[in-house]
């Protein structure tokens, strides 16, 4: 069975900042794979070069058996023209930590507005999956609130849904419950399990110790770019072999 | 077991501190305010006087107020400005999208343009476009080709003139609301699959609209009065042209720009209401609730009057 993602030796850079230094990792399908770490570990990179908002400098990043960004013909890399690097992320959901709702639109036009706009799909189609999304994120009754009134937790639903609205095979949580007040946590984590539940593979860059042991397959410890430990969530998170994630673990559980 | 619940609360204790009641004082006098009021219109006065005074001949004003020529004119004023106004927006975006472009060649030439037109009188590039057939006696596009003078007809001098360098300014504004757009949106946009194109169109666009809306209001209200330049510069027989043609025929010279006054002042009135109405449109999403329009706002008073009445 092919990776649904997979990453060797990747390396990226801003400027002078060495911010990746050699990821090697595997993520199987219907697998929910936690990243966690200190802010700066390059963790949050890492899930932006999957979905090629970041360039990498070097190694190879495949989605799904494709190469992220690059086509290959013999030795040589071409790199993707705009409109084929946007087909590719059709099928790569991604959920930000601020959210980044489109303001200006609905929520239902939020979660109507790719389907239309990319699989140029009807609006009656587009407008029937949305609603059953709200409904199923909880949010039924609000499709026609703008983002400016809904809650933290709430616009992270919405941006759950549109994300999901797009039928993707692999979803990117980049914190996404690091921007909510604390008793709004629960509620984006409920809907995070249910995905997983349903065998959605997830890769999850989280600050949730909990959400982690409970739902994830595999977890990853990341320091300043380079992985530390990876395995079981409970593993790692009980029996840390390294005195990195002893000592992160001990500051974060 | 239900226990029965004392809703009235204890009586005993009157709440302490000071009578609840509307205090009444003795406010303190602005004795500067009213010296400023009384100097203020005292030299109100003395401006009103010396304009009553004047030689002028103000019936000669509502005599000219709807005349023909003065009709024609304001709608050649509010034609030419429109018109410009379009150009300027659609010729701004294309610049301001080729100013952010990573292509160097693209961006600087968008930038030559900017620094050319904005550094230049507006008066000066009319003159320019109204005289073009002294260095270039024929136009030739092509597909197009005809004698200058027939082509450069004040209306187009005016409309290039006028046009061409409100783009430099509108790209400079297009580019000022592009750039307020939070760059989140534009990954969001990306992440879900969709192009730069699309992205610009659909997301980052509407949402530039709103810083973009009132500065290009206040632009518009400038193009309607810049656009007097082409009586001049063009001779294009816009509203001013019209007046001063009548002024000059009738001997009513002052009168005539008076009247022209009144008309600009009507004019742009009339556009910042319209102006009030576009940004509520494009303030949805970002306000919780959007302010009332003016004629809401009359309602809500008029119904909080009768309230009043019935209570």
Same mark, same amino acid.
């Given at each position: ?189 409920? %809907? ?11 890769? %999850? ?49 | 077991?239900? %226990? ?92 301001? %999208? ?214």
């Amino acid at each position: 069975m092919t990776a649904m993602v997979k990453s060797e030796g990747v390396h990226k850079s801003f400027g002078a900042a060495h911010v990746l230094k050699g990821i090697d990792l595997e993520v199987a399908p219907r697998e929910v794979f936690c990243l966690v770490g200190p802010s700066g570990s390059g963790k949050s990179t890492f899930l932006r070069c999957i979905n090629h908002l970041e360039k990498i400098n070097a190694g190879r990043l495949y989605v799904d058996g494709d190469l992220v960004g690059y086509r290959q013909r013999g030795d040589k890399l071409y790199e993707l023209k705009d409109s084929e690097v946007a087909a590719k992320r059709r099928d790569i959901g991604m959920v930000f930590q601020r959210f980044n709702l489109f303001p200006h639109m609905t929520a239902l036009e939020n979660v109507m507005e790719a389907p239309m706009q990319v699989k140029r799909e009807a609006r009656a189609v587009a407008r029937a999956r949305a609603e059953r999304l709200l409904d199923r994120v909880g949010l039924g009754d609000k499709v026609g609130n703008y983002p400016a009134q809904l809650s933290g937790g709430q616009q992270q639903r919405v941006a759950i849904a549109r994300a999901l609205a797009m039928e993707p095979k692999l979803m990117l949580f980049d914190e996404p419950t690091s921007a909510l007040d604390p008793e709004l946590v629960g509620e984006v984590l409920d %809907v995070m399990r249910g995905l997983a539940e349903e065998g959605m593979t997830m890769i %999850v860059v989280t600050h949730e110790m909990g959400f982690a042991r409970e739902v994830g397959d595999s977890i990853v410890f990341m320091d300043d770019g380079v992985v530390v430990e990876s395995g079981h969530p409970r593993e790692v998170l009980t029996n840390p072999r390294h005195e990195r994630t002893k000592s992160f673990l001990s500051k974060v559980l | 077991m239900t %226990v029965p619940l004392d809703k009235t609360g204890p009586e005993d204790t009157p709440p302490s501190g000071p009578p609840a009641e509307t205090i009444k004082a003795v406010p303190v006098r602005h004795y500067g305010r009213w010296l400023a009021a009384v100097i203020v219109l005292g030299l109100l006065a003395l401006l009103v006087n010396a304009f009553a005074g004047a030689d002028v001949h103000y019936p000669a004003i509502p005599d000219f107020f709807f005349d023909g020529t003065i009709l024609e004119g304001l709608g050649k004023t509010v034609l030419i400005s429109v018109l410009a106004m379009l150009i300027g927006l659609v010729l701004g975006v294309v610049l301001a %999208v080729m100013r952010l472009s990573k292509n160097p060649v693209t961006s600087s030439v968008a930038w030559l343009y900017v620094w050319f037109f904005r550094g230049t009188p507006v008066y000066v590039q009319l003159l320019i476009w109204f005289n073009l057939a002294l260095i270039f006696p024929y136009i030739n596009l092509g597909f197009y080709r005809d004698e200058m003078t027939d082509f450069m007809t004040p209306f187009m001098a005016a409309l290039l003139g006028l046009g061409l360098n409100e783009a430099a300014y509108m790209s400079e504004i297009v580019r000022a609301g592009i750039q307020s757009v939070d760059e989140g949106q534009t990954e969001a946009s990306h992440a879900l699959g969709m192009t730069h194109g699309k992205t610009l169109r659909r997301i980052v666009l509407p949402q530039a609209m709103r810083v973009i809306v009132p500065p290009t209001g206040n632009e518009f209200l400038n193009m309607l009065k810049t656009s007097s330049l082409a009586a001049s510069a063009a001779q294009y027989g816009e509203l001013l042209l019209a007046t001063q043609n009548i002024g000059r025929a009738s001997g009513a010279v002052v009168e005539m720009l008076f009247l022209a006054v009144i008309w600009y002042l009507v004019l742009t009135s009339v556009f910042s209401v319209g102006q009030y109405y576009l940004e509520r449109r494009y303030a949805r999403g970002s306000l919780r609730s959007l302010p009332p329009t003016p004629w809401q706002r009359i309602k809500t008073n008029l119904a909080g009057f009768s309230n009043r009445g019935g209570v």
